[in-house]
């Protein structure tokens, strides 16, 4: 029985991942590899439907220790995490700097910021910066809301700044990370400007 603390939403995801519940281990190991090999050397948004079915898998094949028992071999081009043993599947967020990039599988920093390649950080320290003022916006004390004439409006602008820095970095900067990563995947959202992933284009 699902907790009732769980929203309508937790449980309908809690639904869905009973598809993968009811795979073997094997199953669902060859299941996780195959997709790896479907990611690999692409940017992928986190949004994407694939990338969603696949932390639904994640979260069952975690409780079973898949990785860590091998019952399937890591997919070429991939390389364990020293995080949680797993393939590594970076994730970029808007807290690239503070957090370095973030394992998929377990949520855990995979790759500290200093660990980056060299030719990596000093774009990524810049966009990072630019849009650390952005965000900020969001979280304005309500001393700060006042000094402004239309603190919405101001939001409103962040979140179009915010959205045009998110196109640059994919744009721009999220490709260079396949010289070095399998794949990458980027958050495509900014839950405190209300930027969702339709509001942001890549082309």
């Known amino acids: 029985m699902l907790p009732?603390?769980?929203?309508?939403?937790?449980?309908?995801?809690?639904?869905?991942?009973?598809?993968?519940?009811d795979l073997d281990d094997l199953t669902l190991g060859r299941w996780l590899a195959q997709t790896l090999g479907q990611l690999h050397g692409r940017v992928?948004?986190?949004s994407h439907p694939?990338?969603?079915?696949?932390?639904?898998a994640t979260q069952v094949a975690n409780e079973r220790?898949?990785?860590?028992k091998r019952v399937s071999a890591i997919p070429h081009g991939y390389h364990a995490s020293e995080c949680c043993a797993s393939p590594i599947l970076p994730l970029f967020s808007r807290d690239i700097t503070e957090t370095g990039l973030?394992?998929?599988?377990?949520?855990?920093?995979?790759?500290?910021?200093?660990?980056?390649p060299n030719e990596l950080k000093p774009p990524l320290s810049k966009w990072a910066k630019e849009y650390g003022k952005i965000h900020e916006i969001a979280h304005w004390s309500d001393e700060k809301k006042k000094g402004v004439s239309d603190y919405q409006?101001?939001?409103?602008?962040?979140?179009?700044?915010?959205?045009?820095l998110l196109h640059a970095a994919v744009t721009n900067?999220?490709?260079?990370?396949?010289e070095f990563y399998p794949?990458?995947?980027?958050?495509?959202?900014?839950?405190?400007?209300?930027?969702?992933?339709?509001d942001i284009g890549t082309s």
């Not at 009732?4 to 519940?21: G, H, K, P, T």
């Not at 220790?65 to 860590?68: T, V, Y």
């Not at 990458?184 to 405190?192: F, K, L, S, Y």
Request: aromatic share 12%; hydrophobic share 40%; proline share 4%.
């Open 4 to 21: 009732e603390s769980q929203s309508s939403a937790d449980r309908l995801w809690a639904e869905y991942s009973n598809v993968f519940m």
């Open 44 to 46: 992928w948004r986190l």
């Open 50 to 56: 694939l990338l969603g079915t696949y932390r639904l």
């Open 65 to 68: 220790d898949i990785w860590q």
């Open 102 to 116: 973030i394992c998929e599988h377990c949520g855990g920093t995979t790759v500290p910021f200093k660990e980056l």
């Open 153 to 164: 409006s101001r939001v409103e602008m962040a979140a179009k700044s915010a959205e045009q």
């Open 173 to 178: 900067i999220l490709p260079n990370f396949l």
């Open 183 to 198: 794949t990458i995947i980027w958050e495509d959202q900014d839950e405190c400007l209300d930027v969702r992933p339709e």
